[in-house]
């Protein structure tokens, strides 16, 4: 049995979580987290489910499952490292710095976990095709759509698809346009972010040569397709012994 511990379990992926972790045969919800749950938010949860506070004793919790904010996933990780338990951080925004502080100390305890920017299949394959084909497409722009609540702009998944392009750049020619990016500028990759209502989460890659173009791209209809990625890095994290970045890494 899996025992899980839920943060943000008020938001819209938080709430999928704890359907889809309490409809599983191998898993157990023990506590939820939320700085703002109400007697409201518990009393649609079962009795044995607890708030999780400083003083609730989760010692016997397996994995920390993060979809808060940027400001309080990473002190969320920390206290889920130093309980021993296995961080699953599906909250996107940490900075490098923050993701190598936590990678140091998740090894310092010896504990493995995992920082997905995008729980959806066809974003993470989205991800590995954009970075075999910039061998051989170095000029490529990322588009990221999405719904108009989202807060940080551009994406984790836009962003990690970007650095992972540009990684397969060092063994490849480079790109001849260097025009200003209309949005943001990740690692010589321009990004650009649409937020509107009626998206849900959305992206594309281009990649231009001569005399051609490559079109890469995913769309997420509804959010029971993360739902798949997160059970498989709740059964799959404590198989790793190091904190790794993307979903890709249990697959």
Same mark, same amino acid.
């Given at each position: 049995?899996?025992?899980? =511990?839920?943060?943000?379990?008020?938001?819209?992926?938080? !709430?999928?979580?704890?359907?889809?972790?309490?409809?599983?045969?191998?898993?157990?919800? =023990?506590?939820?987290?939320?700085?703002?749950?109400?007697?409201?938010?518990?009393?649609?949860?079962?009795?044995?489910?607890?708030?999780? %506070?400083?003083?609730?004793?989760?010692?016997?919790?397996?994995?920390? #499952?993060?979809?808060?904010?940027?400001?309080?996933?990473?002190? +969320?990780?920390?206290?889920? #490292?130093?309980?021993?338990?296995?961080?699953? #951080?599906?909250?996107?925004?940490? %900075?490098?710095? !923050? !993701?190598?502080?936590?990678? !140091? $100390?998740?090894?310092?305890?010896?504990?493995?976990?995992?920082? =997905?920017? +995008?729980?959806?299949?066809?974003?993470?394959?989205?991800?590995?095709?954009?970075?075999?084909?910039? $061998?051989?497409?170095?000029?490529?722009?990322? @588009?990221?759509?999405?719904?108009?609540?989202?807060?940080?702009?551009?994406?984790?998944?836009?962003?990690?698809?970007?650095?992972?392009?540009?990684?397969?750049?060092?063994?490849?020619?480079?790109?001849?346009?260097?025009?200003?990016?209309?949005?943001?500028?990740?690692?010589?990759?321009?990004?650009?972010?649409?937020?509107?209502?009626?998206?849900?989460?959305?992206?594309?890659?281009?990649?231009?040569?001569?005399? /051609?173009?490559?079109? @890469?791209?995913?769309?997420?209809?509804?959010?029971?397709?993360?739902?798949?990625?997160?059970?498989?890095?709740?059964?799959?994290?404590? %198989?790793?012994? /190091?904190?790794? @970045?993307?979903?890709?890494?249990?697959?």
């Amino acid at each position: 049995m899996i025992n899980v =511990v839920i943060a943000g379990f008020r938001g819209a992926m938080g !709430q999928a979580t704890v359907q889809t972790v309490r409809n599983q045969a191998d898993m157990k919800l =023990v506590a939820v987290f939320d700085p703002h749950a109400t007697t409201a938010d518990m009393t649609q949860l079962p009795d044995d489910v607890a708030l999780w %506070t400083t003083d609730v004793d989760v010692t016997a919790a397996d994995v920390w #499952i993060d979809f808060t904010t940027v400001e309080a996933a990473y002190h +969320n990780a920390v206290l889920a #490292i130093q309980h021993g338990i296995h961080p699953i #951080i599906g909250t996107s925004g940490l %900075t490098p710095q !923050q !993701q190598q502080e936590l990678q !140091q $100390q998740a090894v310092t305890a010896h504990l493995g976990g995992l920082i =997905v920017p +995008n729980f959806g299949l066809s974003a993470v394959l989205l991800m590995k095709f954009a970075q075999e084909a910039a $061998q051989y497409f170095p000029d490529a722009e990322v @588009i990221e759509y999405h719904h108009g609540d989202k807060p940080d702009a551009p994406s984790g998944t836009a962003s990690a698809t970007a650095h992972l392009i540009a990684k397969s750049r060092q063994n490849a020619p480079q790109p001849t346009v260097h025009n200003e990016a209309r949005g943001a500028d990740i690692d010589d990759v321009p990004v650009h972010a649409v937020r509107l209502p009626g998206l849900l989460a959305h992206e594309e890659v281009l990649f231009g040569g001569s005399g /051609e173009l490559l079109t @890469i791209r995913q769309d997420t209809m509804d959010r029971s397709s993360f739902m798949t990625g997160v059970l498989l890095a709740t059964r799959k994290v404590a %198989t790793l012994n /190091e904190l790794q @970045i993307g979903l890709d890494k249990v697959l």
